[in-house]
């Protein structure tokens, strides 16, 4: 059928159409660099490489842009305030550069721990301050801009259009502004494009107005239409960035003359006890530490666990449900594998009309606006009836159900890279397990059931323990 997604700028689901055939061309906002990432930070990103991992199944080009903030975002999200990673140098006694470099690398360690592909280009704002500077200029010479005191900033009220994507009026908008804030501005709406710097200001780049910085919102604008140009497919990020970060960046391209993106798409917030997760409020679980603590596909299953429009309410009761449903998929996995080269030839017709019903569901919910949890639903309704048939299955239906894990689960999903795949269990469980089993086998011998006992050592076999009947008894080893 095709993917439909929900376009957010259109309010409801449409399909799918590419600019060029064959070709795809996403940006992502990506994170502002002044922290570790927190959990809410990983929803995002994941949700966002199933996207492109769906196109490059399809076998589209994707270029998949995802910037880094490092300068221009101010501690009340507008234009007040001080720069969030100038802050955060201030409290580390650090360059601001050295922050954004710490913190960059710190996220970046993060999504890789958890599947997610790199981005095919990963701007950062400071290095493309030539590229603000002249969308900022033309925003100017076209009469959509103003200088005050050596800033710039964005008249909100000459672009009519202004709050098309949020759906926010600009009288309503205009009734609710503090007029107090900025005076100098023609209207408490407008936005900076262009800070001045103020004295002792760290960050600050020579420009024709004077030293300063970028404001927040020009920064995107100006590198997804440099490096996937005008009228490219897609545009993503958080529901917080709708308004008015999402906003600003159609107004700036549009009243500059270029066509910004066709499609917009935008993933609800994580929640910890009901609220928002946050740097700003301290309301948050640190990424790492959940990473340290739990299998980190488990938590990517988590997360994908709930619609990617919906908002998420994270709990520990959840990770560990959570990592028993993963569990089970990543053993039904490994035992395809390991049970494929000792299968006889042949095809079992029973599991390969159970693979077509599963492929059919799951591609079903990722192209109906990417259900991620309809699309791991099809794999658990595919699950019983997978373990009844596997004792007799044959082996070209096992390479075939090994492909469709590696397909779906691991080339969509992103849940089951070759790392979870070649992990064997340790430890004194692995030992107290297989000593069980090995008396369970000793007892069938003594009882001259001597299938049953063949029975044991061949499905240890097939799990990757060999077993060695000695003078000493039987020994074990991992193959």
Known sequence: MGLVIYDTLQRKKVPFEPAVKGHVGIYVCGPTVYA???LGHARGPIVYDVLRRYFLHQGYKVRFVSNITDVGHLTDDADQGEDKI???AKLEQLEPMEVAEKYTWSYFDAMGALNVLRPSIAPRASGHIPEQLELTQRLLDLGFAYLRGGSV?????AFPEYGKLSGKRLEELRAGARVEVREEKED?????LWKAAEPGHLMRWKSPWGEGYPGWHIECTAMSLKYLGEGFDLHAGG???QFPHHECEIAQAEAAGYRFARHWMHHNHVLLEGEKMAKSTGNLVLLHDLLKAHEPMALRFYLLQTHYRSPMDFSFQGLEAAKRGYTRLLQAYREVRARKAQAPSGTTPELERALDTLEKAFMEA???????PEALAAFFTFLPEFHRLLPEARRESLERAEGVFHTLGEGILGLFPER?????????LLEGLIALLLELREEARRARDFAKADLIRDRLKALGVIVEDTKEGPKWRLE
């Open 188 to 192: 408490p709406l407008d936005f900076a």
């Open 239 to 241: 529901i917080d960035l």
């Open 86 to 88: 100038q802050r955060r």
């Open 420 to 428: 979870v795949l070649e992990e064997k269990v340790s430890g004194p």
């Open 366 to 372: 990722i192209e109906d606006d990417l259900s991620t």
């Open 153 to 157: 900033y964005f008249r909100v009220r």
């Open 36 to 38: 570790d990432p927190h």
